[in-house]
Antibody, heavy 126, light 108 residues
């Protein structure tokens, strides 16, 4: 069964750090881009970061640049999100998601997130 | 950055009725980059539609997607009790993703 399981969430004070993990199983982890997406309480979905299959490309939403770092360990089938200088507005459920990039036509690609974990909750509060 | 605006914010319908959800982009989006997700309370999002109109694996054919350019639509032909949820459109562009703010489909 294809599965993603997040862990590492919790309560942290403003300015603190937290490292989230996402354990993948049931598929060839090293073949996929991966993403983190978050959802603040009662709010919509917000993409946070992407990482390429070999970790050579990483992209972030502007609000976390310089504070969050996405990484992966393909040998351990794991995705990570190191979060530093946390703010109250970072409070959210954090989901990891598998990204599919497949050819739609000879000149275009489909991009979408087809497998999601159940999420881990991060609360930033004093 | 492309902004996706979904309408209406809330749709109040009865089981068996047709639901039509709109997603409008601030600039043209490639159809192959447009997806729709369903989210129920306390659950992770679930992929429904990718490439604007292709149903994901296991998605019932009462769900359909259409549109191009800046206007996209998700249609649920006949609402089942399990379809009452929040729906998000999403687009990929410039190595990043944006989501619409969501449309809640609630029981009337």
């Amino acid at each position: 069964e294809v599965q993603l399981v997040e862990s590492g969430g919790g309560l942290v004070q403003p300015g603190g750090s937290l490292r989230l993990s996402c354990a993948a199983s049931g598929f060839t982890f090293s073949s996929y881009w991966m993403s983190w997406v978050r959802q603040a309480p009662g709010k919509g979905l917000e993409w946070v970061a992407n990482i390429k299959q070999d970790g050579s490309e990483k992209y972030y939403v502007d609000s976390v640049k310089g504070r969050f770092t996405i990484s992966r360990d393909n040998a351990k089938n794991s995705l990570y999100l190191q979060m530093n200088s946390l703010r109250a507005e970072d409070t959210a459920v954090y989901y990891c998601a598998r990204v599919v990039v497949v050819a739609a036509t000879p000149r275009s690609y489909y991009y979408y997130m087809d497998v999601w974990g159940k999420g881990t909750t991060v609360t930033v509060s004093s | 950055e492309i902004v996706l605006t979904q309408s209406p914010g809330t749709l109040s319908l009865s089981p068996g009725e047709r639901a039509t959800l709109s997603c409008r982009a601030s600039q043209s989006v490639s159809s192959s980059y447009l997806a729709w997700y369903q989210q129920k309370p306390g659950q992770a999002p679930r992929l429904l539609i990718y490439g604007a109109s292709s149903r994901a694996t296991g998605i019932p054919d009462r769900f359909s997607g259409s549109g191009s350019g800046t206007d996209f639509t998700l249609t649920i032909s006949r609402l089942e009790p399990e379809d009452f949820a929040v729906y998000y459109c999403q687009q990929y562009g410039s190595s990043s993703w944006t989501f619409g703010q969501g449309t809640k489909v609630e029981i009337k």
